[in-house]
């Protein structure tokens, strides 16, 4: 019985051991990648551009929000001077609209994200470029994307955005 205590004794000490000697030589980053997804200048850039590409359909859209708007305002104002066709009629011509309105708010939705996605993505791949030229030029061992808690000095962000920053200019 205190053979194999003294076993596991010894079996935990070595562990410690190699596990303290390897933190010690190891050299561990972390990166946000929050910040690298909106600070950056390529982030920055692939916003402005999918605003540019998407603001005439977000403004038909509001255009087309406001409308409907006005005939549901317009519809239970003269309501009750309507026979009821009359007011069949336009509820119907309200629903179909309505309807045309929620289609093409869907389609917007998945079209931008959709290209919000492609244009994430390729800042990605350049921020991991930047990633590996940091983690090679300053012989990182380990670097991290999402990290609970770590002290400011294992942060390469800054580094890796101001590689980001000078490559999109």
Known sequence: ???AQ???AL???LVVALGSSFAQESKVGY????????ESAPAKAAQAKLEQEFSKRQKDLADLQQSLKSMSEKFERDA????EAQRAARQKEFAEQNRDF????REFQEDLNGRRNEELQKVLDAANRAVKQVAESEKYDLVLQEVVYSSARHDITEKVLKILNAGAK
Not at 31 to 36: D, K, L, S
């Open 80 to 83: 009750p001077a309507m026979s």
């Open 11 to 13: 079996a935990a000490a």
């Open 102 to 105: 929620q289609r093409k708010q």
């Open 31 to 38: 990166i946000n990648t929050q910040r690298i997804t909106t």
């Open 6 to 8: 003294v076993k596991w």
């Open 1 to 3: 019985m205190k053979t």
